[in-house]
């Protein structure tokens, strides 16, 4: 079982930067592949980013591939989300989630098992 709890939204001003994380407890968070999703008022959810239970491996969507940047630090049970250039098209409630399917949560195949409760993020422009 792995709980995840993120943080680090709110509102910025276009081509701005956030820094998001997800804290998960479980001491065996480190077996687990972790990604970002997020959901725009009135459309689906949709994947954003993901990376593997060792890190050597990460995988983007492309409307963010070259502004946004995953990473992990098992010993902290931590994955950050670090979003710079952020557009109005960005805007969006941002969920990480955790599955030890690598797939699921590079948004191929069903959906990830255990997900954090969101947070949202506001460019305007």
């Known amino acids: 079982q792995v709980q995840l709890v993120e943080s680090g939204g709110g509102l910025v001003q276009a081509g701005g930067s956030l820094r998001l994380s997800c804290a998960a407890s479980g001491r065996t968070f480190s077996r687990y592949a972790v990604g970002w999703f997020r959901q725009a008022l009135g459309k689906e959810r949709e994947f954003v980013a993901a990376?593997?239970?060792?890190?050597?491996?990460?995988y983007y969507a492309d409307s963010v591939k070259g502004r946004f940047t995953i990473s992990r630090v098992n010993a902290k049970n931590t994955v950050n989300l670090q979003m710079n250039s952020l557009k109005p098209e960005d805007t969006a409630v941002y969920y990480c989630?955790?599955?030890?399917?690598?797939?699921?949560?590079?948004?191929?195949?069903?959906?990830?098992?255990?997900w954090g409760q969101g947070t949202q993020v506001t460019v305007s422009s």
């Open positions: 989630a955790a599955d030890s399917v690598l797939g699921r949560v590079a948004g191929a195949g069903p959906l990830p098992n255990y």
């Open positions: 990376i593997s239970w060792s890190g050597g491996s990460t």
